[in-house]
């Protein structure tokens, strides 16, 4: 088994399929990199964004379950029609989802280091102890970053126990419309 059976399920896939996986791939790196960036979108561009994936989602949702269906199936099409119905709003809704984290967070902090422009943002942050396996203990919260996903920045033990509770904190970056890309905070 080849890589490419591995990836587009077929040794000799179409344009369509290696079209259509080749976005849901790409769609989860950016996911991913949105979720983990130091990135929060402006209130605009997240309403702007949320209709943007609805409409990505809206076109790659039925050429996807078209192809799994016409096609050697990469995932299994339920037999019943409500079963096809269920399956399908429910690919629609995850597909969604992936395309609103990539819309909002993955491109949009990409773009923002790209055309933004440097900005300085002085924002009173609140330290926060989470005992937490799946993510930081120590965390930075505060109304400047409510909106990044997820809504804190991780800190280190040493620096939590050295910080007052609360504190005015500069966040240094860059920023557009798209929102604001942090790459230091001063703690000074």
Known sequence: MSWIEKFYGSERPNFLRVLIFS???????????????DFTPSS??????????????????????????????????????????????FMAVVMTFIFWGVVVHGAADLLTQIIGKPTTIESEL???????????????????IKEAMPSYICISELLYSELPAQQKFKLEGQSSYLGFHIEK????
């Open 23 to 37: 976005i849901f791939y790409i769609s989860i790196i950016l996911w991913f990199y949105g979720w983990r960036a």
């Open 44 to 89: 605009e561009w997240k309403d702007f964004g949320m209709h943007i994936s609805i409409y990505i989602s809206a076109i790659y949702c039925p050429v996807l379950y078209l192809l799994a269906t016409t096609q050697k199936p990469i995932i299994k099409i339920f037999k019943s029609y409500i079963g096809r119905i269920f399956q399908f709003l």
């Open 126 to 144: 609140s330290k926060t102890y989470s005992a937490s396996r799946r993510s930081c203990d120590f965390r930075l919260e505060g109304d400047a």
């Open 185 to 188: 905070i001063d703690t000074k």
